[in-house]
């Protein structure tokens, strides 16, 4: 058994806390390691991986005190490692030893223990190992045959999807959705093997749509000419008759072009608008949105098949529901030979689809279409939509209305891949999270910066060359590590270096979404550029500058190419021992991504830090008539308290002290906003210095949500000479450098500071002996010089 000392027994904790969320970082970072972990975390720290499955094998055999055993284990850290397993699929037994954990949970612990995801993902597996009959038999056990109609039929269909299987046992099982739901039934050539591309459906007459308005679907196609008949049948097949389909071509080679001409003169009602240069499917789409004609506009990928009745039927319900931005529908990810399948860590065949997204061409138009970087920008499009109109987007049915084609050349093969999501999405995603805070009816098009390099035109594939310095981060734990980390990429771009942030995911990140705000800011601001383990790029220092960002680093597959690897050690040479178990992890996880022996790569025990905040002189305080009471941005309402009436109470201003906010109140925090304006002076944010702002206040007050670890604007504060109150709760993480309070208590603090200047004084000093100890930019400098000239 592990002893509460070892980095082992920390990581099972974590675990046993939150199983789900370990088990997205597990999917996240794809490490075999990390499966001791969970077993540890199931078992009580007392069982590896291995001793934990052959017990399971064990009591599934009938050994009763196996059983027995099992029964005080912690089934919620079972389940996640039964996730894990049966998603990632990285070892050849994976699916049956997922498998495995979950027909013994069912019957220790009862099937009630699983939830209707655990069973979908059970039904799913036994599949995929081979029983299609058992599959839908365990999802009719679990009563998914008449509540999840789509999930069973499509895995009773798989038994007979492919080369050896039955093309009219497929359909068989497949209409029973559509044809039980009134859309038409689909059909395949007699006696061939099942294949997308001889997909067919033919609704009858009376289904025909006329009239109504003009819907332009927009096709954007890169080097598709071979594989676009399909989505173009499919498309003239519409009941909804009064259409216009815009090929637009991004820029592919003159062969491509020639053919895909050949191709569209047999669909009169097609028309082909090619474009000179590759510049990704979002510029095509906007092409495509100038050159509508249509009051609606939708798009259709060029390698999918949709069903006859999907475009009216998405039509009919916006007309229907004209209260909405828009309408979209479902889809089914297929493999060519119609095996139904998927790419994310839902365990459903039926998913929403956000590339069918049908709307207004009013509104796409008042948007200026879809933010033009090379991937994943439906998201942010929907998003910012919803946001603008203040309407919302609806699925028009539960039934798949396309099937989208899933293979090697999919937009998003390899990236989203069953709960691994490239850190460039990622990134994307918390970039246009910021920039929505700006958005509304007045400026509504996508202003989204900064981007990670390879999302930028032209950046998708490319070799970005050489860098001086990378740090490998984790730049969702918003922290004192991070801030300082952030302070060096700054001065080593002023220094004139090229340098990259490389992101990987850490446990001590796993729960929070998205990149801190500040790293976004120094991106933006900086030529520092945001890369990925599966970019291309040589570095001369290659150095993992938080270890805990590369602790189960060890099965990342990497395009990278660095000349000197480091890691900073997590302790430093004051401590009795300089390496610690997560930089042991991290160096060994180095060593097996680049293939270098442990003693290649160099450990910085004695790298303290750049300064995030610059310590200024100051004289003895002086009392005022009145403090001035304030704190820095803030733009989330856990920053502020939850009450209206202790808002009023702390930061307004009162025959005590005066108050000073920053205006950077978004929608989120509009209320607050509201309810301070009257009792406050405020700084523009676009005036917003921190060093000037610090200058002019006294005692910074955040009565927020108690700090989990020390906040940069804090530490800044405190260098500054200003005293600092928190609300009670975060006393572990900055001791008597900062005084504590409830908002009611506030006022109460403030005064004894007023009435006995010396008590300033001394929380001052206790502040600034508190602040950790770091470089200044010319300590920095010189330990840079040494270290290239080494």
């Not at 970072?29 to 991986?49: E, P, Q, T």
């Not at 005022?624 to 930061?651: C, F, I, M, N, Q």
């Not at 009435?755 to 001052?764: D, G, M, S």
Request: glycine share 6%; proline share 4%.
């Amino acid at each position: 058994m592990l002893s509460d000392h070892d980095r082992g027994a920390v990581v099972a904790r974590t675990i046993n806390k939150s199983p789900k969320a370990a088990a997205r970082f597990a999917l996240k970072i794809k490490s075999v390691k990390l499966r001791d972990y969970f077993a540890l975390a199931a078992s009580g720290n007392f069982y590896s991986y291995a001793e934990l499955i052959a017990i399971l094998r064990r009591c599934r055999a009938n050994t009763p005190s196996e059983s027995d055993t099992i029964k005080q284990w912690d089934v919620e850290c079972l389940i996640a490692l039964a996730q894990v397993l049966g998603n990632q699929r990285l070892e050849e037994t994976d699916l049956e030893d997922a498998r495995l954990i979950l027909t013994v949970v069912a019957a220790v612990f009862g099937k009630k223990s699983l939830s209707r995801e655990d069973r979908l993902l059970l039904a799913e597996i036994v599949g995929e190992c081979g029983d299609w009959e058992t599959a839908a038999y365990i999802l009719e056990q679990f009563g998914l045959k008449e509540s999840n109609s789509p999930q069973y039929q499509f895995t009773v269909a798989n038994r007979y999807a492919g080369s050896g299987g039955n093309s009219a046992k497929w359909l068989e099982a497949v209409n029973r959705i559509y044809s039980g739901s009134g859309f038409s039934s689909l059909s395949l050539p007699p006696s061939a093997p099942t294949n997308l591309d001889q997909l067919n459906s033919e609704p009858p007459s009376a289904k025909t749509i006329e009239g109504g308005p003009l819907v332009s679907v927009i096709v954007p196609t890169y080097e598709g000419a071979d594989r676009i008949e399909t989505a173009l049948e499919s498309l003239v097949a519409q009941t909804w008759k009064n259409l216009e389909i815009i090929v637009v071509d991004d820029g592919s080679s003159t062969e491509n072009v020639d053919k895909l001409e050949r191709v569209v003169l047999g669909y009169p009602s097609v028309r082909l608008v090619p474009l000179e240069n590759n510049k990704g499917a979002y510029v095509a789409r906007n092409e495509g949105l100038r050159q509508a004609s249509g009051e609606l506009v939708t798009v259709h990928d060029d390698d999918d098949w949709s069903h006859p009745e999907k475009i009216a039927e998405q039509v009919e319900y916006l007309l229907e529901h004209e209260s909405l931005a828009g309408t979209i529908s479902k889809h089914a990810r297929v493999t060519e030979d119609l095996k139904f399948t998927r790419i994310n860590r839902r365990p459903m065949y039926a998913q929403n689809n956000m590339s069918s997204l049908l709307l207004r061409t009013v509104d796409a138009r008042a948007l200026g279409g879809w933010d033009e970087v090379n991937r994943g920008a439906d998201e942010e499009f929907t998003l910012r939509l919803q946001q603008v109109t203040g309407k919302k987007i609806e699925c028009c049915s539960e039934i798949p209305l396309s099937f989208t084609r899933t293979h090697d050349r999919s937009l998003t093969s390899g990236e989203i891949l069953r709960g691994f999501q490239d850190p460039s999405r990622m990134f994307y995603h918390s970039a246009f999270t910021e920039a929505h805070k700006r958005v509304d009816e007045f400026h509504s098009e996508a202003q989204v910066v900064p981007l990670p390099a390879d999302m930028e035109a032209g950046g998708r594939g490319a070799d970005f060359g050489k860098y001086d310095y990378g740090y490998v981060l984790d730049t969702k734990i918003d922290d004192f590590i991070l801030s300082t980390a952030i302070a060096e990429l700054r001065e080593l771009d002023r220094l004139g270096y090229r340098v990259a942030i490389i992101q990987h995911h850490s446990l001590d990140g796993a729960t929070k979404p998205l990149v801190a705000p500040a790293v976004l800011r120094m991106i933006r601001e900086t030529g520092v550029d945001f890369l990925s383990f599966k970019n291309k790029a040589e570095f001369d220092y290659f150095i993992v500058r938080d270890a805990r960002a590369f602790e189960f680093g060890e099965c990342t597959p990497t395009k990278l190419r660095p000349k000197h690897l480091a890691i900073v050690a997590t302790t430093g040479e004051q401590d009795e021992t300089p390496v610690s178990r997560i930089d042991e992890h991290a160096l060994d996880s180095l060593s097996a991504v680049f293939n270098r022996a442990p003693r290649e790569i160099e450990i910085f025990s004695d790298w303290v830090g750049l300064a995030p905040y610059e310590q200024v002189d100051f004289s003895s305080w002086k009392p005022k008539e009145k403090l001035v009471v304030g704190r820095g941005a803030a733009a989330t309402p856990a920053h502020w308290p939850s009450k209206a009436s202790e808002l009023r109470d702390v930061y307004g201003s009162n025959e005590l002290y005066d108050v000073l906010l920053v205006d950077d109140f978004n929608q989120n925090c509009a209320r607050i906003g509201e309810v301070l304006r009257d009792n406050a002076r405020f700084v523009p944010a676009n005036d917003y210095d921190r060093r000037r702002f610090l200058s002019d206040i006294d005692v910074w007050v955040d009565m927020g949500a108690p700090h989990s670890s020390a906040s940069e604007d804090v530490l800044s504060a405190i260098a500054a000479g200003v005293v600092v109150v928190l609300r009670s709760g975060a006393e572990d993480v900055y001791g008597d450098a900062v005084l504590f309070a409830k908002p009611n208590g506030v006022k109460t603090v403030l005064k004894r500071l007023r009435e006995f200047p010396l008590l300033y004084e001394l929380q001052r000093e206790r502040g600034i002996n508190s602040l950790p100890a770091t470089w200044d930019r010319a300590t920095f400098g010189k330990y840079l010089d040494a270290l290239r000239e080494k």
